[in-house]
């Protein structure tokens, strides 16, 4: 399996982004999608993550501003997040995890004015 993210950037606090994933390879119907970030210092965790049929799960700091949303026939998940804070600012990695996890490349957000 392999993950290809896209879609980071600098963005001004309020602003929103969407970051995009798509899965190249063997998709099977347990693999949850997933976006986690890891911040200067900081451990990796979990922002959010997806199920083949929907279910959805978010850290506590993103309820309410941030959206993951999935494609099953592209094979890629999406993470909306709005009204974005300085927070925010990580390296987001795109996951799939059926057991073993597979990670994306990261993509930078940025939140500065």
């Known amino acids: 399996v392999q993950l290809q993210a896209s879609g980071g950037g600098l963005v001004q606090p309020g602003g929103s982004l969407r970051l995009s994933c798509a899965a190249s390879?063997?998709?099977?119907?347990?693999?949850?999608m997933g976006w986690y970030r890891q911040a200067p210092g900081k451990q990796r965790e979990l922002v959010a993550r997806?199920?083949?049929?929907?279910?959805?799960t978010y850290a506590s700091s993103v309820t309410g501003r941030f959206t993951i949303s999935r494609d099953n026939a592209k094979n890629t998940v999406y993470l909306q997040m709005n009204n974005l804070n300085p927070e925010d600012t990580a390296v987001y990695y795109c996951?799939?995890?059926?057991?073993?996890?597979?990670w994306g490349q990261g993509t930078q957000v940025t939140v500065s004015s």
């Open positions: 996951n799939l995890n059926r057991g073993v996890m597979f």
């Open positions: 390879g063997t998709i099977v119907s347990i693999d949850l």
């Open positions: 997806i199920t083949r049929s929907g279910s959805t």
